[in-house]
């Protein structure tokens, strides 16, 4: 559905690229994820692709054809959810979504069922002057998939939500999927990315460091370990050790025969985890 | 379609923001001036003030409404749509021009009457209405900030309004042709005068002309500086 390669990008003015030559396809029906740190051009990145930024190095295709030479057709078939919200604040919800619906020539879904959706229905008739940030990012993420498009650009879908209606969206994300919508999406929060993406870039500086499964890094990259709490000398201590070869553990078996043990967990790695160790980088 | 559905959010949109309130205050100064005045002053002030009405709406109130809009982030959600720039500026340009029309209308009734020249006074006032539109747009573009704005709306106030010193008597130059206000003074100025057939098309022409260019460039700078450089948030 999108392939883009070679992508590089430098804002007029700046000396540097910030995009610095990734490349990476999505197919169709799939939710891929950009996760990194903030500055690391996921926003910059997901711009290119809606075509509000120009002058890119590289090629990106869509559907087979070079993103710059499609015209305002292409603006039919996506959805875009900003990483801030961009409402007009003197209308209400309805009215925004009544408005954004009308440049459509597609029929979109009627502006109560869509707030129900995301638990605004009561909300419909008040200026977006007066919602609170959270509210307006629910209206931000409704208005971007009110039109049904085929590809849904979603940049922090679920910042600044209750884990509630995190929880809500994330489910109508699924249900695109389900529907067989392809979706971008832009994250610096490893559960987000880990319930959602069926592939993540590792994105640090403008680098893509890697591409994967979830679950194929935890496989490939992930280490299990046991991690013990036991008292000595009337001092609660606590040791972690590899699972790989816990049975030949010398250190781990002297521990079990004090008897002396309180807790015992296996601990897997975190995305997060596999991600600092990949790009010596924290997510935040 | 779109381009009825973007107009109707414009007029909304200036309503709600108490554009029309503001736009009656100063209509009724207009009044209370137009009918206190006789003579010499009255055709000097209402010729003035129809030329200030245009210009007025043209750069203030053109660019408070892209200065809203970058502020509440909206282009950005407006240009990921189907919409085009030349239908999102269509829109802002008819709403405004219909406001300004309306009261160049009313301000020649209040003075002298129904304009014999109904149809040359209408081209005039919307032809100049428009240009001022799309040089607000270009200026809006190209200021960062609101003062930037304000600044910038002034000093081309002024350079445009340099052939009222023609006008006035002041200073008379076949240079100030060039000038579109040159062409909107004259057009206007058939409430008052007879126009020769010469002043008609060559004020009709300049004013047709520097509205092609101006809409060209306000069109290519709102892409290049509002939209792709939208990429700031
Ligand atoms: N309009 C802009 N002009 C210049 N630099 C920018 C602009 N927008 C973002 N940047 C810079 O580009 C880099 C990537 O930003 P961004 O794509 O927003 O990162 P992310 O979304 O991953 O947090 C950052 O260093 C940021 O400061
Ligand atoms: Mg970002």
Redesign the pocket.
């Known amino acids: 559905m999108i392939d883009v390669s070679g992508l590089k990008f430098r804002?007029p003015g700046?000396d540097a690229d910030?995009v610095k030559g990734i490349d990476f396809s999505v197919s169709r029906g799939e939710i891929f994820g950009f996760l990194?740190?903030?500055?690391?051009?996921?926003?910059?990145?997901q711009k290119i692709l809606i075509k509000i930024l120009s002058g890119y190095g590289g090629s990106i295709k869509v559907e087979g054809n070079e993103l710059s030479s499609l015209d305002s057709g292409y603006f039919e078939k996506i959805g875009v959810a900003f990483?801030f919200p961009n409402l007009y604040s003197k209308f209400t919800a309805v009215e925004n979504l009544n408005f954004f619906s009308s440049l459509y020539s597609a029929k979109c879904t009627d502006p109560q069922k869509l707030l129900e959706m995301l638990g605004l229905e009561k909300d419909g008739g008040t200026f977006v002057s007066a919602y609170s940030k959270g509210m307006k990012m629910r209206l931000n993420f409704l208005r971007a998939i009110m039109h049904n498009p085929e590809i849904l650009f979603l940049?922090e879908p679920t910042s600044g939500l209750d884990p509630a209606n995190a929880r809500k969206m994330k489910d109508i994300i699924k249900m695109k999927k389900g529907e067989g919508k392809t979706i971008f999406l832009?994250t610096?929060d490893m559960h987000t990315a880990e319930e959602l993406c069926d592939r993540v870039a590792f994105?640090v500086d403008?680098s893509i460091s890697l591409i994967d499964s979830p679950r194929n890094l935890k496989i490939k990259k992930g280490k299990k370990a046991v991690k013990v709490e036991y008292v000595e000398e009337n001092i609660l201590k606590s040791d972690s050790f590899p699972l790989d070869d816990i049975n030949e553990n010398k250190r781990f078996q002297d521990i079990l025969k004090t008897g002396s043990v309180e807790t015992i967990h296996t601990m897997e790695s975190t995305l997060e985890d596999i991600f600092i160790e990949t790009t010596g980088r924290r997510l935040l | 379609m779109r381009a009825i559905s973007l107009l109707k959010h414009d007029i909304i949109f200036q309503f709600r923001h108490r554009f029309y309130y503001a736009y009656f205050f100063i209509l009724a100064v207009y009044y209370s001036i137009i009918t206190n005045v006789s003579g010499v002053a009255k055709d000097f002030l209402t010729i003035f003030i129809l030329f200030s009405d245009t210009t007025v709406l043209g750069f203030f109130f053109v660019g408070g409404l892209i200065l809203l809009e970058r502020d509440q982030n909206t282009l950005q959600s407006i240009f990921v749509t189907p919409v085009k720039v030349g239908e999102y500026l269509f829109s802002k340009t008819v709403s405004l021009t219909v406001l300004s029309y309306i009261a160049s209308v009313f301000i020649a009734l209040v003075a002298y009457g129904f304009p014999d020249q109904f149809l040359l006074f209408s081209a005039g006032a919307i032809l100049s209405s428009t240009f001022f539109i799309f040089t607000g747009i270009a200026i809006a573009v190209r200021s960062k900030t609101v003062n930037k704005y304000f600044f910038n709306a002034i000093v081309f106030t002024m350079i445009f309004f340099v052939p009222i010193v023609d006008f006035v008597g002041i200073f008379k130059s076949r240079l100030f042709v060039v000038f579109p206000t040159y062409a909107t003074v004259t057009l206007f100025s058939v409430l008052i005068r007879e126009l020769t057939f010469f002043e008609k098309t060559a004020s009709l022409i300049s004013l047709l002309l520097w509205n092609c260019g101006m809409f060209f460039v306000a069109k290519k700078w709102f892409y290049r500086f509002e939209i792709l450089?939208n990429?700031?948030n």
């Open positions: 804002y700046s910030v990194g740190p903030s500055g690391a051009g996921k926003s910059t990145t990483e940049d832009t610096h994105i403008g | 450089k990429g700031k």
